[in-house]
């Protein structure tokens, strides 16, 4: 990964010089807040119906919820790339 | 359960344990480096590991066979309070995502061994690294000593463990086997033996997991059934306590202690000196944040192996041991051969966990007491001597507290263990983020922290146990039952937030922070991220 060009005496963290809440940062971190808020809220999900394939509600939607939170980090890594690449890219020029 | 030896299973069982034991001596020849005589080498696997290995060494290291047998066990005695582990591992990934990556940053700038050397590096204070080192050693040890807890379990199922007039020595010998190897090839090669070992274990647990969760509905008559056959399990009552076993769906009044049982157990889980040792080994800072999004793959089999205890209930196995539920289940349900497989599985899943933990241990010893407190001039070879030395010692601890004493001791600490672990949080993550702590505030909200969480696990007592009967208490103040660990934790940072407006009120001396900002975010490649190692660990720069 190319070396962030900064002057030798600033440390070469482009967040220190940039606005530190953006736009895109704010859905990163609704991305990984939202797991924390659904599996917390226990009272939204303890409850056996609606049942799928036999399997109590209270299993299969903490189950879902795995690869919703997946999904979730997933698009978050992905949108941090971005981000990262942005500033980057912003301080070369 | 079925008389005598199952030799099938066995014959299967000692099929893959000769094999990882092969690949086990084999792994210290696996990407060698140049220098093998230094800590990062023996003890980090020369901080080398890709996406993939490390994906492996993590699964392999956080879900260990004591989890397996465990949770499904936890299932099989209670219903749904178990199944709290889901939310647990869903939660930790999104968590580790957010620091994670600085302290790999940090570590590989400054060549930080333990999350010990960055405390002590980041607070300018021994004494709150010792601190963190000591309860990471004290949370991990019983952390091993349940991991043979696991073994023994499936020896007893295969009719190997003897039967209570067979002499200790023969009926211990199995164990002493399996842990004599672990010991030696953990010696020899260092972290790589468990990070190859680590392939061995996923495969035969995904396959396992696998077909348990197909074959075994189907001979029970699908999951309506085995949770119809559960829900009236749960139902009767227990003439020791009388309540209902279990239940399929917490009650409102449990709640509480399930969330809070997810979340003090997600912040405590990357505290551990073992998840730290595999997520130091990784190549580069990208190598952990892609992690966090492919590790969520164990935690679905995770549910999915959750599912076994119900199936437990569903085809009757009756154990008084609730840890046997699961071996016994595949006994009973399986062909010989594949019970074999499956008990390998458990086996090896308890290997590999085992080894990077004692690894874990020696370098906090070796890196946080024997060179800050004994010999600060520790050459690098002499590091890596000591701690392939402390690691035997971990392990042979471990034996003794296993064959000594009642397996109940094990789980105690082990539940201590988390408790005390969670208080290393606020140094630990806390400093990644920020340095406005005061280094004695922070010391101090350890200390309040343990002491409380101790206390308060001492005074849980159940239907079998005066003391430490579970890890849950009512939260003061809020007058729900609530995670102790989760409460003494946000004590210690009530504690540490309070001590630091004093501390700085009265300008008590801060501590040199030998980190910049810029540490936080270097990846591999970066300048000075490996030619700015100290002396110490330069010599594996690769």
């Given at each position: 990964m190319p070396e962030a060009p900064n002057a030798p005496s600033s440390p070469s963290s482009p967040e220190v010089r940039e606005p530190v809440v953006t736009p895109l940062r704010a859905v990163i971190a609704l991305c990984l807040v939202a797991p924390f808020v659904a599996m917390l809220w226990v009272g939204s999900y303890?409850?056996?119906?609606?049942?799928?394939l036999g399997m109590p509600f209270f299993y299969w939607y903490q189950m879902l919820w795995v690869l919703l939170s997946t999904a979730l980090t997933m698009v978050a890594y992905k949108l941090w790339q971005r981000d990262q690449r942005a500033r980057r890219g912003g301080a070369g020029k | 359960m079925k008389d005598g030896v199952n030799g099938v299973a066995l014959a299967v069982f000692i099929f893959f344990f000769l094999a990882v034991t092969v690949m086990g001596f084999l792994a210290s020849r696996w990407r060698r480096a140049e220098n093998e005589h230094s800590l990062d080498e023996w003890?980090?696997?020369?901080?080398s590991f890709g996406t993939w290995v490390t994906w492996f060494l993590l699964g392999g290291d956080l879900y260990t066979a004591y989890t397996f047998v465990a949770v499904p066990a936890a299932i099989y005695a209670?219903?749904?309070?178990?199944?709290f582990a889901v939310p647990y591992t869903i939660l930790v990934y999104p968590l580790i995502f957010t620091f994670l990556p600085r302290l790999w940053s940090v570590s590989h700038r400054h060549g930080y061994v333990t999350t010990s050397d960055f405390v002590r590096g980041r607070w300018g204070s021994k004494g709150l690294s010792l601190a963190v080192a000591l309860t990471g050693i004290l949370a991990t040890m019983p952390y091993i000593a349940l991991q043979l807890v696991g073994i023994q379990a499936v020896l007893d199922v295969m009719g190997v463990g003897g039967g209570e007039n067979t002499n200790w020595f023969i009926k211990d010998l199995p164990l002493l086997i399996a842990f004599g190897v672990l010991a030696a090839y953990t010696y020899s090669s260092g972290l790589r033996a468990p990070a190859l070992i680590a392939f061995v274990k996923d495969t035969l647990i995904y396959i396992v997991i696998a077909v348990a969760i197909i074959y075994i509905p189907i001979k029970l008559g699908g999951f309506d059934d085995i949770f119809a056959k559960a829900s009236d399990a749960y139902a009767q009552i227990n003439p020791a306590t009388d309540k209902p076993r279990g239940a399929l769906v917490p009650a409102e009044a449990s709640q509480w202690t399930y969330a809070t049982l997810a979340l003090g157990s997600a912040l405590a889980l990357f505290m551990y000196p073992h998840s730290i040792t595999a997520t130091l080994s990784s190549r580069s800072r990208e190598v952990i944040r892609r992690n966090t999004t492919i590790l969520p793959l164990y935690s679905l089999m995770l549910g999915l192996l959750a599912l076994l205890g119900f199936m437990a209930i569903a085809a009757g196995?009756?154990?008084?041991?609730?840890?046997?539920a699961i071996p016994q289940l595949f006994e009973n349900m399986f062909p010989d051969w594949f019970a074999g497989v499956a008990f390998a599985a458990i086996g090896i899943g308890a290997l590999v966990p085992a080894a990077i933990m004692s690894i874990a241990a020696a370098n906090l010893f070796t890196r946080n007491?024997?060179?800050?407190?004994?010999?600060?001039?520790?050459t690098p070879a002499q590091e890596t001597r000591v701690s392939k030395l402390v690691s035997l010692l971990v392990k042979v601890g471990a034996l003794v507290f296993v064959l000594t004493m009642d397996k109940t001791v094990a789980i105690n600490f082990q539940l201590l263990g988390g408790i005390w672990i969670l208080q290393t949080f606020p140094a630990l993550v806390g400093g990644l983020f920020t340095r406005w702590f005061h280094r004695w505030a922070l010391l101090a909200g350890w200390a309040v922290g343990m002491v409380y969480g101790t206390a308060a696990a001492y005074g849980v007592a159940s239907p079998t146990q005066?003391?430490?009967?579970?890890s849950s208490a009512e939260i003061p103040g809020i007058g729900e039952i609530g995670y102790i660990g989760l409460t003494a934790f946000v004590l210690n940072l009530v504690v540490t937030v309070v001590l630091t407006f004093v501390l700085k009120a009265v300008k008590a001396p801060e501590g040199i922070d030998e980190t910049k900002p810029g540490d936080y975010t270097a990846d591999a490649g970066d300048a000075g991220v490996s030619v700015e190692l100290p002396p110490a660990t330069a010599g594996s720069a690769h």
């Open positions: 303890a409850k056996a119906d609606p049942a799928f | 003890g980090l696997g020369g901080r209670a219903g749904a309070a178990g199944f196995v009756k154990v008084t041991n609730g840890q046997l007491i024997y060179k800050d407190f004994i010999k600060p001039d520790a005066k003391h430490f009967g579970g």
